[in-house]
């Protein structure tokens, strides 16, 4: 695709540029972002920019254009708000106008490895590092693919651009609009690059399950020798990249995942997005490597001498980096692969009421990934002083348009015909809740997910939870016998009791909001044992 041909194309917009740069190089935009002043290299040999006001991202300024094809096919509310076709117009216009007269970066790329569900996209940005991200990000293109590339969706990208809430029906000055009818996303107001992917996501968790029956996850991936598949759920902090990250097995991707019908695993993108706050390269070897010449470092301090301190937190806690896939070195050909066998379903319960390792049956594997749980700690974010459950449905909440109970019936049905094994992994504390218990040890987390993935599992004798009725195994190689029954680890039994049943019903509290489009068997999965135990 030529100069000429965006050109063209965002004429067609009314866009009128100064200048236009067509599917640079990660070299050329490095330079042009460092020409600019709008970014730094570090002595990683990645460049360090600074996103602005906004260090993440704002789901309350992320709205989808209700409109005939949408209306009675969304979960609206809060998560997924409204937004009318007269003010997206409106807004589409003076975005467009924004970007006339200024130097402008196309980019066209591919969401999803799998040829027969690839989402072909052209990344129109203000900044060039904001282009050298969506590079990174998503799949790129041969040669050949370009001379005669066609985009089905297009993202308007301009971080400079503020919205007139007033006049454009937006909460501020800064919005994320998805128009799936038109098949546009309009991103301004915010530097924040995870935007743009998350974008593309919310919008490919609406195509695929709804058009396509396939079923998408936000979630890590990896294959074992033997061509099993392992899907790793988990919200921020569990583990997932993590865990993923196996050296005995080629990582799929890390956070965006197809599953379609003939049982195969698609990476959606062809980078990954890592926190890197306390990085270090014993504690995750393949990110840390990754940083590198062409990676891009998020709202990190760095010296003047352009040395990283990965433990400072002074702009943010989500500090980031991006970088192409093939950064990792052990991943898999083609970002895809067949045979599903186990899934896991990663939480940090700061609680420390959840088993080490449980296994699921259908109706709680599908309760679980619906409730989507994990616990914050005191100090992640401001006003928390003790733990804080979250419950993020599916593992994904922001990004998911339709009613969770759609992807949880798709999964259920997935796991059925792959007789794939679930486990419930708790990443967090054993022996008492967060400031009196101690966080579960990695290489204890590892030895149980290598156990599973091994079927060193598969035989040995279960016990019940009292209270949310998971099945623990009595053993596990390398893992303490007493670890596995979290009760076990308690001085005060009592005490445990009531803290299980006090999650419990948090657990209870939240499903509410999903009982009326919930199925019987679903519902048979929540934790109704505790009032036994009362």
Not at 141 to 163: C, D, V, Y
Not at 336 to 355: E, H, S, W
Not at 387 to 393: I, T
Not at 514 to 526: H, M, N, R, Y
């Amino acid at each position: 695709m030529t100069t000429q041909n965006h050109l063209e194309f965002l004429n067609s917009l009314g866009i009128m540029p100064n200048v236009v740069h067509s599917n640079l190089h990660p070299d050329v935009l490095e330079q042009h972002s460092l020409d600019r002043n709008l970014a730094v290299r570090s002595t990683f040999g990645a460049l360090a920019i600074q996103t602005g006001k906004f260090t993440g991202r704002s789901p309350e300024d992320r709205f989808i254009v209700k409109d005939s094809y949408t209306e009675d096919s969304l979960w609206w509310g809060p998560i997924n708000k409204p937004f009318s076709t007269e003010h997206y117009d409106q807004l589409k216009q003076d975005l467009c106008d924004y970007l006339s007269d200024k130097e402008i970066y196309v980019r066209d790329a591919f969401a999803g490895a799998h040829p027969a569900y690839r989402m072909s996209l052209r990344v129109v940005n203000e900044y060039p590092w904001s282009n050298q991200f969506a590079y990174n990000m998503f799949l790129r293109p041969t040669g050949e693919e370009l001379q005669n590339f066609s985009h089905e969706w297009t993202i308007l990208n301009a971080p400079g651009f503020l919205a007139d809430p007033v006049k454009h029906g937006t909460r501020q000055e800064n919005f994320a609009v998805l128009n799936f009818t038109e098949k546009y996303i309009l991103i301004g107001g915010t530097g924040y690059t995870g935007e743009i992917k998350k974008g593309i996501f919310s919008a490919l968790n609406f195509i695929l399950p709804f058009e396509k029956n396939v079923l998408s996850m936000h979630c890590s991936a990896n294959v074992g020798p033997e061509g099993d598949t392992a899907i790793f759920f988990g919200l921020s902090g569990t583990g997932k990249t993590t865990l993923s990250a196996d050296p005995n097995r080629k990582l799929i991707g890390d956070d965006e995942h197809g599953w379609c019908s003939d049982n195969t695993i698609f990476n959606f993108e062809g980078g990954c997005y890592a926190k890197v706050i306390d990085l270090s390269e014993d504690k995750e070897p393949d990110i840390y490597r990754a940083i590198r010449k062409h990676a891009i470092l998020e709202n990190i301090i760095m010296d003047e001498n352009g040395s990283i301190d990965f433990s400072n937190t002074s702009i943010t806690q989500n500090t980031r980096v991006s970088y192409p896939i093939d950064h990792i070195g052990n991943v898999q050909p083609g970002s895809l692969a067949q045979n599903p066998k186990n899934i896991f379903f990663l939480t940090a319960d700061a609680y420390g009421v959840l088993p080490p390792i449980s296994k699921l049956n259908s109706n709680q594997a599908a309760y679980h990934f619906i409730s989507g749980y994990t616990a914050k700690v005191a100090g992640t974010e401001e006003g928390i002083n003790e733990p804080k459950a979250v419950f993020s449905a599916c593992f994904g909440a922001p990004f998911m348009p339709l009613h969770p109970t759609y992807y949880a019936t798709m999964l259920s049905e997935k796991m059925e015909d792959a007789g794939v094994n679930v486990w419930l992994i708790n990443t967090g504390w054993v022996g008492g809740a967060y400031g009196t218990g101690n966080r579960i040890k990695l290489s204890y987390t590892r030895a149980m997910i290598t156990a599973a993935l091994s079927g060193e599992l598969q035989d040995v004798n279960y016990i019940e939870h009292s209270i949310f009725g998971l099945m623990m195994p009595k053993n596990c190689p390398n893992v303490p016998s007493d670890l596995l029954d979290p009760k076990n680890t308690w001085a005060d039994k009592d005490e445990y009791d009531l803290q299980a049943i006090s999650l419990a019903k948090k657990f209870e509290e939240n499903f509410k909001i999903f009982e009326d489009q919930a199925s019987p068997e679903i519902l048979k999965g929540t934790p109704n044992h505790y009032v036994s135990a009362e």
